[in-house]
């Protein structure tokens, strides 16, 4: 069988990548979160609970469990640390997200990756989506989202870089429309 047509979404924060992925998986394709494969790591991977309990002891984890708030107070507070971290979970969260592609049965499988093009990760996809939203209305929607940005692939370049952008700065309903036909579009090619 042949694999189906790997579609990478990725935005800022806050701009409105997870409200898009559900529109694509109404409109009937594929979708993967790596944020639900990095939760399902945490609960699941006990190389990768290994690797934080020697990093990090048992601060990190709560009822047996990883406990992501404190992960994210280490991270965000350092970036040595959130080097490292990335270090463990990128390479399996792309291995889990090549093994889900090779699983789907759709023309379109669509994967939301926040950092695709921080991690070079735009060269493993077929297409990319990028959406996009003013910093007013990110912050509307998330609060004060600048102080981890500094990081990232500006939103000007990711555009430039895309084969789709969207600007979210209206409607669900609006979203919805332009996640269609990219679809339409997709699925024509």
Avoid: C
């Avoid at 898009?20 to 979708?31: K, Y």
């Avoid at 350092?78 to 699983?103: M, Q």
């Avoid at 969207?166 to 979203?175: A, I, K």
């Amino acid at each position: 069988m042949q694999r189906p047509l790997a579609v990478a979404l990725t935005g800022g924060i806050a701009a409105g990548k997870s409200e898009a992925l559900q529109a694509f998986a109404r409109h009937g394709a594929a979708v993967i979160s790596s944020d639900d494969v990095v939760h399902r790591l945490y609960r699941e991977d006990e190389g990768l609970q290994a690797a934080l309990r020697e990093r990090w002891g048992e601060r990190v984890f709560h009822d047996g469990a990883v406990d992501r708030k404190e992960v994210g107070r280490i991270v965000f507070a350092d970036r040595a640390e959130l080097a490292w971290l990335e270090s463990e979970l990128h390479p399996r969260v792309r291995a889990a997200t090549e093994a889900w592609l090779t699983e789907q049965t759709t023309n379109v499988a669509v994967a939301e990756i926040p950092l695709l093009y921080e991690t070079g990760g735009e060269a493993r996809f077929d297409r990319v989506v990028v959406v996009t939203a003013p910093p007013e209305v990110r912050e509307a929607r998330r609060g004060a989202v600048a102080d981890r940005e500094d990081r990232l692939v500006p939103e000007e370049e990711k555009v430039r870089r895309a084969d789709f952008s969207y600007v979210n700065d209206g409607s669900l309903e609006e979203l919805d429309a332009f996640v269609a036909g990219v679809l339409e579009e997709l699925r024509r090619s």
